[in-house]
């Protein structure tokens, strides 16, 4: 059975880093038939998908237009997990933040970080 | 960017009751690459359907999906007290992923 378990903290300064990772149990991060992305939710913007990572042939990202100059997805084969991070956060960037795994679809979702970007 | 529209906002029914659940795209989805999602307050969404049609795995069959085009609907047949929450239309027909708001369906 897939997990997806996130860690990180709740809580980023102004113009500082917002850093999540999300540890896979059951699949394998380099799976060739499903992609690993990161999602957030907030009462101003609902669900918004920020970007997802897979691996077909080579490592591949897409991002969401809206954080595409901010934001890092990377996959780490040796922990088995995948991380995000969003640069230069502000008050905007407040929501809560899931992991999920992806087929287009999103079959299994992290069970989500509230983060709060406040100085 | 595909935008995808929820109707209605909320629906007040009752245990017992059916609800039909309205998703509309701003464009055709090719191959139906529709899926809808439930949330229940301070939880993760929870695929329901994808395809359009096709249940995840677990899902009861009072749950349904249907539509082709820019037209979706979700159709709950019996309402289980476990089914009042939110529900979410998300499409992955285009890059970039989109969601639509959300219809509430509350008793």
Redesign the interface.
């Known amino acids: 059975q897939v997990h997806l378990q996130q860690s990180g903290p709740g809580l980023v300064k102004p113009s500082q880093t917002l850093s999540l990772t999300c540890a896979i149990s059951g699949d394998s991060v380099s799976s060739n038939s499903a992609g690993w992305a990161w999602i957030r939710q907030s009462p101003s913007r609902?669900?918004?998908?920020l970007g997802t990572t897979y691996y077909k042939s080579e490592w591949r990202r897409?991002y969401?237009?809206?954080v595409r100059s901010r934001i890092t997805i990377n996959p780490d084969t040796s922990k088995n997990h995948f991380s995000l991070q969003l640069n230069s956060v502000t008050p905007e960037d407040t929501a809560v933040y899931?992991c999920a795994r992806a087929i287009?679809?999103?079959?299994?979702?992290?069970?989500?970080t509230l983060v709060t970007v406040s100085s | 960017e595909i935008v995808l529209t929820q109707s209605p906002g909320t629906l007040s029914l009752s245990p017992g009751e059916g609800a039909t659940l309205s998703c509309r795209a701003s464009q055709i989805l090719s191959s139906s690459n529709l899926a809808w999602y439930q949330q229940k307050p301070g939880q993760a969404p929870r695929l329901l359907i994808y395809g359009a049609s096709g249940r995840a795995t677990g899902i009861p069959d009072r749950f349904s999906g249907s539509g082709s085009g820019t037209d979706f609907t979700l159709t709950i047949s019996r309402l289980e007290p476990e089914d009042f929450a939110v529900y979410y239309c998300q499409q992955y027909d285009n890059s970039p992923r989109t969601f639509g708001q959300g219809t509430k369906v509350e008793i």
């Open positions: 609902g669900l918004e998908w897409n969401a237009p809206s899931y287009g679809y999103y079959t299994l979702w992290g069970q989500g």
